[in-house]
């Protein structure tokens, strides 16, 4: 039964995180917590073993995720480098201070992390808008989607500094780090949502590898439950990222925000 529900947990939250170019986290550790707290079955599921899995998971999730955006040709692999160099160090030292966090305040931070971001994503508007002129037109990235071309333009350092606190959040939370990094890319860099997505998941693959390394050192993998969880989000990434791709933007996210204010509101009540 515990396996039964380990499989369904996996394709569900990477089938979710695929969609919106999460990683999966956001479903994920929030249900084992939920488990752990309420199942005696699910006792091993401490908040570190649960962080350390689910970035272990995600490795999978974002790995056929990526396959998939890259045959469309939507994953922007110049900006994926240049947030994967900031956000590497980041994942390893938030793994790193994810050790010296209890259950309790755990739930309390997790929570108020998912309704801070919550919040966020329903404050801004989209973005996804033409850049007419610049100054540095030669630096203007180009992509066509459905028929209308975008353009944007990225700036290093600040790709590189978000990707760095976004790595911390990462290793310390267990998510993937596409919370904050998507609508960054929207907003800030003004990047086409479904651009922003797949090049969120190939992002993710990587901060997934350095992040459960540090907690595979640790000890906070369960290797029993996590090769169960890995077809699952196998399955789940390929057929989120697919559907990604078939649904309007507005449509993912307010699916999205939905979701996160109900897992913020729950996770910090159980934390008090």
């Not at 030292?93 to 994503?121: D, H, K, P, R, T």
């Not at 800030?188 to 997934?208: Q, V």
Request: hydrophobic share 55%; net charge positive.
């Amino acid at each position: 039964m515990v396996y039964i529900i380990c499989l369904l947990i996996g394709i569900m939250s990477a089938f979710i995180g695929s969609l919106m170019g999460l990683g999966g986290g956001i479903i994920f550790i929030p249900s084992l917590l939920f488990l752990y707290y309420y199942s005696d079955l699910f006792s091993w599921a401490t908040p570190q073993v649960i962080v350390g899995t689910s970035l272990f998971v995600m490795i999978f999730t974002a790995l056929s995720s990526t396959v998939s955006y890259w045959k469309k040709g939507r994953v922007d692999y110049k900006t994926g480098f240049v947030v994967i160099f900031g956000c590497i160090p980041g994942g390893v030292f938030g793994s790193w201070l994810n050790e010296f966090i209890s259950a309790e305040q755990f739930s309390i931070f997790f929570g108020g992390l998912i309704l801070v971001l919550s919040l966020f994503m329903i404050v801004y508007r989209n973005a996804n808008i033409h850049l007419k002129t610049t100054k540095h037109k030669q630096k203007m990235r180009t992509v066509t989607l459905g028929g209308k071309i975008y353009e944007y333009q990225i700036s290093v350092f600040k790709a590189i500094l978000i990707a760095f606190c976004v790595g911390i959040l990462s290793g310390l939370f267990g998510i993937g780090g596409g919370l904050l990094m998507v609508p960054t890319m929207i907003l800030l860099f003004r990047m086409p949502a479904h651009i922003a997505t797949a090049t969120s998941m190939f992002m993710i693959l990587f901060l997934s590898i350095a992040s459960s390394s540090t907690h595979i050192l640790l000890g906070h993998v369960n290797w029993e439950y996590a090769l169960i969880f890995v077809p699952g989000a196998w399955i789940g990434g390929t057929l989120g990222s697919k559907i990604n791709q078939m649904l309007k933007s507005q449509t993912i996210e307010w699916i999205f925000k939905i979701i996160l204010v109900m897992m913020g509101i729950r996770l910090m009540i159980e934390g008090f």
